[in-house]
């Protein structure tokens, strides 16, 4: 039978089914004008009088994601800034400048959104946890010194703050015993450290009086 032929039968092996569009998932990029310039060239005087295909080309119609998160991240420090020189309040530079909450608040969200379309990527799975748990530690530190700055930070960047839960470890008796041969091991180290720095002190004692002595 011609449906049964070695060819067709072959040919049903190899094929493959045809792959699923994916979803149309939205991003937080998507309220961008297309016409706005890109970060670099916002600013220039010069682009007033450039041609309007030279400022196509720099608009963000044309850039890439990169570039487009660029000025998403300047427009979030724009909405929790004190002032219009403000460069050094915590909710824009953050503390001891480990990271910005504004500019963390956009890296989040773009993996958040990488991660809905690749979910198996690990490696940015873990740095979505890494930039949720020091912005929760941001955010926790302004909640408790600045309770009316906490609440607008985190309704003009749309953040849904939670506290972190108590850790609470349950105990177990091979786990007392690992803990009491930690304590024991760290207590015998530094009686070896004291005996070590004892021997040194002295020689540094001897030498020091040998010198006195040669001074005499």
């Known amino acids: 039978h011609p449906a049964c032929s070695p060819v067709l039968q072959a040919a049903r092996g190899y094929a493959r089914p045809a792959a699923k569009k994916g979803k149309d998932i939205p991003s937080h990029l998507d ?5 706005m310039l890109k970060k670099e060239y916002a600013n220039l005087p010069v682009m007033n009088r450039v041609d309007d295909v030279v400022k196509r ?3 963000l119609e044309m850039a890439s994601q990169k570039e487009k998160l660029k000025v998403k991240k300047q427009q979030l420090v724009e909405k929790v800034r004190r002032s219009p020189n403000d460069n050094g309040s915590f909710e824009v530079q953050g503390k001891l400048k480990k990271g910005k909450v504004a500019i963390l608040t956009a890296r989040i969200r773009t993996l958040e959104e990488h991660l809905q379309r690749h979910p198996k990527d690990k490696s ?14 941001m955010l926790g530190y302004l909640r408790r010194v600045n309770y009316g700055t906490f609440e607008k930070t985190c309704r003009e960047l749309d953040i849904q703050y939670s506290p972190p839960q108590p850790y609470a470890r349950h105990v177990t008796k091979r786990w007392l015993v690992k803990k009491a041969l930690c304590i024991k091991v760290f207590q015998e180290k530094r009686k070896l450290k004291a005996a070590v720095r004892l021997k040194q002190r002295r020689e540094r004692q001897a030498r020091a009086r040998a010198a006195r002595e040669q001074q005499e």
Not at 31 to 35: E, G, I, N, T, V
Not at 127 to 133: G, I, N, V, W
């Open 57 to 59: 080309v720099l608009s």
């Open 31 to 35: 309220d961008l004008p297309q016409a």
């Open 124 to 137: 940015n799975r873990r740095f979505l946890l890494m930039d949720l748990d020091r912005r929760r530690k």
